[in-house]
Nanobody, 121 residues
């Protein structure tokens, strides 16, 4: 069984920084894309940043220049460095791993349990 374990959320003042981490545990051959989504109260879940196994990244426009996604393939871990945080960045951040290849040659999509980020004004 594969699971994602997230850490790093919390309360921070506007202008501050947080770093989220997400590690995949279990029997894994490879992971294609990994990413971070967030869901603010009353809003739909949206993709914040994604990264492929080759290192290509994409970001939602609202975080470009402030957030950086990175990945350690050897550790099956993805990070999200969040700088210059704004109150509108508040929400539950979910880690996602797409096309996780298992030893039984199954492809899975896995979600983390979510970590709360609160940015006060």
């Amino acid at each position: 069984q594969v699971q994602l374990v997230e850490s790093g959320g919390g309360l921070v003042q506007a202008g501050g920084s947080l770093r989220l981490s997400c590690a995949a545990f279990g029997s894994i051959f490879s992971i294609n894309a990994m990413g971070w989504y967030r869901q603010a109260p009353g809003n739909q879940r949206e993709l914040v940043a994604g990264i492929t196994s080759g290192g290509s990244t994409n970001y939602v426009d609202s975080v470009k220049g402030r957030f950086t996604i990175s990945r350690d393939n050897a550790k099956n871990t993805v990070y999200l460095q969040m700088n210059s945080l704004k109150p509108e960045d508040t929400g539950v951040y979910y880690c996602n791993a797409d096309r996780v290849l298992t030893p039984t040659f199954e492809y899975l999509e896995i979600w983390g349990q979510g970590t709360l980020v609160t940015v006060s004004s």
